[in-house]
């Protein structure tokens, strides 16, 4: 249920609405706009009909069923869309943000001109992964503790904000102590154990969408996170798996796209690199995810793609990345738009 306070409400009127979702049995979650509050009453289990009759306590303007089965992801708990701080840059503003990076970091000197190349091309954030999930256990895995040390390095020197995947919960600690957000992968999407843990990390998310869930699951792993208290948290569709398994590494689910940002207050981003697996695509793929009202976009980038040790077929050198932005320039940010609230990171 959502309770909307009234404008005008009083602090003691709403301190009154979050007693009495909690007596109800039920967890009460606050959002603040300039002048109105919602109280989204989350759980199971609790008296619905006791939270119904708060329609007539005083300050309260409305108490509506939250239609969908993710309750803090949805528009209806959030005035205003939610815009996610990652090291200073705002994902979910007026302005499309891209990542962008090679897939894996290999050494220094491949993470470093890489680096320099995109901010220089307007990219705002470095992807670089350090520890990869493969397909198969022959390919290479990752550097490691060596390539966050080596996205730390960069980042200070270049003075870019780094998003990098975590696996394991055993390494959510060591990789936010270098990272300024955490990939969770399309693997691991539906790993509740690391969506609970991350959900208490003190870093933003960016969750990217399993190659087989619906809309709906991927809406729902993202509430583990909201439910445990991480509010920042960035949506990723990456393709999923359709019959098309030969031209297509995976069919972008552009629809998604605009569809995640209808159901939810979250920002969303695509990754036409994974979504499509072809470097040749992925230009119309970015341009095509921005008109359909992207947040932005994670694209892979390698200064020398034939020799990378990951996803070599779908990342861009570093002319072509370069080509690729001065193309995207001013974005068409279609139909929606709201204003937005800030959530930084705690
Ligand atoms: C990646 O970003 O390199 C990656 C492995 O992504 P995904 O989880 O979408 O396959
Ligand atoms: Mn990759």
């Not at 759980?43 to 509506?64: I, K, N, Q, Y």
């Not at 992968?185 to 690391?194: E, S, T």
């Not at 509010?231 to 393709?239: D, M």
Request: hydrophobic share 40%; aromatic share 4%.
């Amino acid at each position: 249920m959502v309770i909307n306070m009234a404008p005008g409400f009083t602090e003691e009127q709403l301190q009154h609405v979050i007693d009495r979702v909690k007596e109800c049995g039920f967890q009460p979650h606050v959002t603040r706009g300039t002048e109105r509050a919602i109280v989204a009453a989350v759980g199971s289990g609790g008296a619905r009909t006791a939270l119904e009759a708060l329609g007539a306590a005083p300050g309260v303007d409305s108490v509506v069923p939250i239609a969908h089965p993710f309750k803090l992801v949805s528009r209806q708990t959030r005035g205003e869309r939610t815009r996610v701080n990652v090291g200073g840059v705002i994902i979910g503003g007026e302005e499309a943000v891209v990542m962008a990076g090679p897939c894996s970091v290999e050494s220094r000197e491949q993470l470093f001109s890489t680096a320099i190349a995109v901010k220089a091309a307007g990219a705002s954030i470095l992807r670089g992964g350090a520890y990869k999930p493969r397909t198969s256990p022959y390919d290479f895995q990752g550097l490691g503790t060596e390539a966050l040390k080596l996205l730390r390095q960069v980042r200070e020197e270049i003075g870019m904000p780094v998003v990098t995947e975590v696996m394991s919960t055993n390494d959510i600690g060591l990789i936010s102590d270098y990272a300024d957000m955490l990939q969770v992968g399309a693997r691991n999407m539906q790993n509740y154990d690391l969506l609970r843990q991350l959900s208490k990390c003190n870093k933003p998310i960016l969750l990217k969408r399993g190659p087989s869930a619906t809309v709906k699951e991927w809406l729902l792993a993202a509430e583990y996170l909201l439910a445990g208290g991480n509010e920042n948290v960035v949506l990723c569709e990456r393709g999923i798996k359709s019959f098309e398994n030969e031209m297509t590494r995976n069919t972008l689910d552009l629809a998604a796209v605009a569809l995640a940002r209808q159901l939810t207050h979250l920002p969303v981003v695509a990754d036409p690199s994974h979504g499509t697996g072809r470097r040749d695509l992925i230009a119309p793929a970015s341009r095509a995810a921005l008109a359909i009202g992207a947040d932005g976009l994670i694209i892979e980038v390698h200064p020398c793609p034939e020799r990378a040790l990951s996803d070599g077929a779908q990342s861009l050198n570093l002319d072509e990345f370069a080509t690729l932005m001065k193309g995207l320039h001013a974005p068409i940010r279609a139909l929606v738009s709201s204003p937005a609230t800030t959530v930084s990171p705690r």
